[in-house]
Nanobody, 125 residues
C-alpha cells in the first residue's frame, strides 16, 4: 500500500522549533517532488514549501521564508520540514504530498498524487 506518514508535530511555545518528518511506504521517493501544506481550522489549505525530487531546488511561502527549511534523504525515503522561530499563526495541521516529477526546474506542482494524514502543530504559550 502506497502511503505517506507525517510525524513530529506537537505543542511548542512561540519562538520554538519542531522538525516534521514525512516517510514514504510502498514506493521510493527518488522520482517524486514533495510539497508541504498546512491547514488551520476555518482556513483554506496553503502551500508551505516544496522540494524537487533530488533536493537541489526548494521553494517557500513568504510567510515561512527564513524560518522553515525543507530537506530530504532519498536513501532513507524521508523528507523533513525544519520549523524554527515558530509563531502562533503557524498553528495548523501539516501535510506532506508527493507527485512523480523529474523535469528540471520544476519544484512546486499544482496537483499531488499521494497525501499523508497530517500532523498537528500547535504554537502557544
Amino acid at each position: 500500500q502506497l502511503q505517506l506518514v507525517e510525524s513530529g508535530g506537537g505543542l511548542v511555545q512561540p519562538g520554538g522549533s519542531l522538525r516534521l518528518s514525512c516517510a514514504a511506504y510502498g514506493f521510493t521517493l527518488d522520482y517524486y517532488a514533495i510539497g508541504w501544506f498546512r491547514q488551520a481550522p476555518g482556513k483554506e489549505r496553503e502551500g508551505v514549501s516544496c522540494i524537487n525530487h533530488s533536493g537541489s531546488s526548494t521553494n517557500y511561502a513568504d510567510s515561512v521564508k527564513g524560518r522553515f527549511t525543507v530537506s530530504r534523504d532519498n536513501a532513507k525515503n524521508m523528507v523533513y520540514l525544519q520549523m524554527n522561530s515558530l509563531k502562533p499563526e503557524d498553528t495548523a495541521t501539516y501535510y506532506c504530498a508527493a507527485a512523480m516529477e523529474l523535469r528540471v526546474g520544476v519544484v512546486c506542482l499544482n496537483e499531488y498524487d499521494y497525501w499523508g494524514q497530517g500532523t498537528q502543530v500547535t504554537v502557544s504559550s
